[in-house]
């Protein structure tokens, strides 16, 4: 054998790492075997160990690269017809592959970001694992291009108006998530969309403003969608019934103002302004009180149902209506604490509210009307009251002033100037109308006439001056004394005087006149010397008192009347002289306000 043993022993010790894959070796202790055998095996065995080192490390790169996801490295050095030619041939099968994959993915990016889920990489050309794993992202896409069909299917319904279209295709995780999200945004508008249309359509075609939208699982935008017209549907509420409440007062002001138009007197108007007003406001009580300038004083000149604790008259400050007259400020009392009691036909009520208003015009107060309810107003009730007193306030004024003017030219045509009581012209008048009321009420008529005595005597002894103190010193009696409404005085001639009054009975009236004449008799009159002139001045009376259905007419008891008068002075003067004939029974038709 021509290989010595140590030798052999490094040559197997080689081998065994060729065997196990190792090519890395030390040529040295087998160069120092001198021997041209030994050394041509030794420089085989250190070519073979150089290239197959030389063909790993061009394998790691590759491997490397293909890790490192670099696939353009070609090797520079590589045996022809052995093994690593293969191995580079696969090599450069899988660069073809890997970069035809790539081409693949990226033309498949490029679809995708074009909004294209429907293509798939080209499976030609692969095997084994590379096919399953494109297969896998083949079916990734078109189970994705599924998911985005049946979206697409969804959204489009929802966009056109169908809410009852769903995500069907079974999913998993965030898949499943989206598929959830997406259903419940289409249930929450399919809900929510349906409360809308029931919402518009009351609102809009019923008419029914305020409806809400009840929806509550909502949120976000939804919520804030929701709240929006909610918040639309009340304000539309609002108008709506401010508008109603509009035309509910212009309507009731309207009312009120053909009612007025209808009634020429003043205290019609005042009795058809409360009524229709507190009809109106369905109101349990009203007054209207009228200013009176002279006396400062309120007068009830109409009332709507009667109360049982109405005050005919406030002085300004006394009560809630003198305040609102002084402060010229309507006032509101709800729960009116001092609980005013109404008499309404048969029932009465506790009243609740009360609102007293001032009737001002041009800043010249006029009165007060005071509105009572049951309950409570209404906002729009109070409106209406407001309202229309701004309209009654100038109405009531200009008729109060017209009929002040035409009164007080009244009284000046009807009023003597001297004494200041009614005047001939007004006595004949006025005593055809009082007799024939009493006719139609059946009642005793009482007529008395009385002169002075003496009088041109007396006027020519003290003068004309002190003549006119007398007459009317002797009118201010006469009219102190008849202070009821239904009693008249006049100044009939010089110094004749007439009067018209209620009694009893024929003696009540006689002790009447008789009351008058001595009245008359204790005047202290002073002269131009200012000296008393004392019993003086006496006064003979004519007085009728009799049936006023036995009295053919005023002319007829003028003159029986005047010719008693005559019979006192032919009689002696400062006397009463009256007819006596007997009376039947007649009703009494005045009660309180009669002479005693």
């Not at 040529?27 to 095996?41: I, P, Q, T």
């Not at 205290?267 to 009580?285: L, N, S």
């Not at 001056?465 to 009939?492: K, N, P, W």
């Not at 001595?518 to 008393?532: H, T, Y």
Request: hydrophobic content about 40%.
């Amino acid at each position: 054998m021509w290989i010595t043993k140590r030798y052999y022993n490094e040559l197997l010790e080689i081998l065994k790492l060729f065997s196990k894959g190792s090519f890395s070796f030390d040529e040295r202790a087998l160069m120092s075997f001198d021997s041209k055998k030994y050394r041509e095996l030794t420089r085989q065995l250190v070519a073979i160990r150089d290239t197959a080192d030389s063909n790993i490390k061009n394998c790691l790169v590759m491997m490397n690269n293909i890790a490192d996801g670099k696939c353009d490295y070609i090797p520079n050095e590589l045996g022809e017809d052995n093994d690593y030619q293969v191995v580079f041939e696969r090599y450069t099968a899988l660069l073809q592959s890997i970069e035809k994959i790539n081409e693949s993915i990226n033309n498949l990016k490029i679809i995708i970001n074009n909004g294209n889920l429907s293509s798939r990489i080209d499976l030609e050309g692969l095997n084994g694992i590379w096919l399953e794993s494109v297969s896998n992202v083949n079916d990734i896409m078109k189970k994705f291009n599924q998911h985005q069909a049946d979206l697409i299917r969804v959204l489009l319904a929802v966009s056109q108006g169908d809410l009852s279209q769903k995500i069907e295709l079974e999913a998993k995780g965030e898949i499943l998530l989206m598929k959830n999200t997406v259903n419940n945004l289409v249930e929450q508008l399919d809900s929510f969309t349906s409360e809308i249309i029931a919402v518009t359509k009351e609102v809009g075609i019923k008419g029914k403003f305020g409806v809400q939208v009840e929806n509550e699982d909502l949120e976000g935008v939804w919520l804030d969608l929701r709240n929006n017209i909610n918040m639309m549907s009340l304000s539309l509420e609002d108008v709506a019934i401010k508008n109603q409440n509009r035309i509910w007062i212009k309507e009731g002001i309207s009312l009120l103002s053909q009612e007025l138009l209808h009634k020429d007197v003043l205290a019609e108007q005042f009795q058809t302004a409360i009524t229709q007003m507190c009809r109106y406001v369905k109101a349990g009580m009203g007054a209207i009180y009228i200013y009176d300038v002279n006396t400062d004083t309120l007068s009830v000149e109409a009332a709507f149902v009667r109360s049982m604790e109405n005050a005919p008259s406030f002085r300004l400050g006394e009560g809630i209506v003198g305040q609102v007259a002084i402060d010229r400020k309507p006032i509101l009392v709800e729960n009116a604490a001092y609980q005013e009691v109404v008499q309404a036909g048969t029932t009465t009520y506790q009243i609740g509210s009360t609102y007293t208003l001032p009737l001002v015009f041009k800043d010249n107060l006029v009165g007060v009307v005071e509105v009572a309810t049951f309950n409570r107003f209404s906002d729009c009730q109070l409106r209406y009251l407001e309202h229309a007193l701004e309209v009654l306030s100038g109405s009531f004024y200009a008729t109060i002033i017209q009929m002040k003017n035409r009164k007080e030219l009244e009284q000046l045509s009807h009023t003597d100037g001297l004494t200041g009581l009614f005047n001939r012209g007004y006595f004949d008048v006025v005593l055809p109308e009082i007799l024939n009321n009493q006719k139609r009420a059946d009642s005793l008529m009482c007529f008395a006439m009385l002169d002075i005595d003496y009088f041109k005597s007396f006027n020519d002894r003290y003068g004309h001056q002190v003549g006119d103190e007398v007459l009317r010193e002797v009118a201010h009696i006469l009219m102190s004394t008849l202070q009821r409404d239904e009693d008249y005085c006049f100044r009939i001639g010089g110094e004749e005087f007439a009067l018209i009054f209620s009694a009893r009975n024929q003696e009540k009236a006689r002790k009447f006149m008789d009351t008058l004449r001595m009245k008359i008799a204790q005047l202290n009159v002073f002269g131009d010397e200012k000296k008393n002139i004392t019993n003086q001045v006496t006064v003979s009376m004519g007085l009728t008192c009799k049936r006023a259905l036995e009295i053919l007419n005023a002319t007829t008891l003028y003159e029986e009347t005047d010719k008693l008068l005559y019979q006192a002075k032919k009689s002696g003067r400062n006397q009463i002289v009256q007819n006596y004939q007997p009376l039947k029974e007649i009703p009494l038709q005045i009660t309180d306000k009669i002479m005693d």
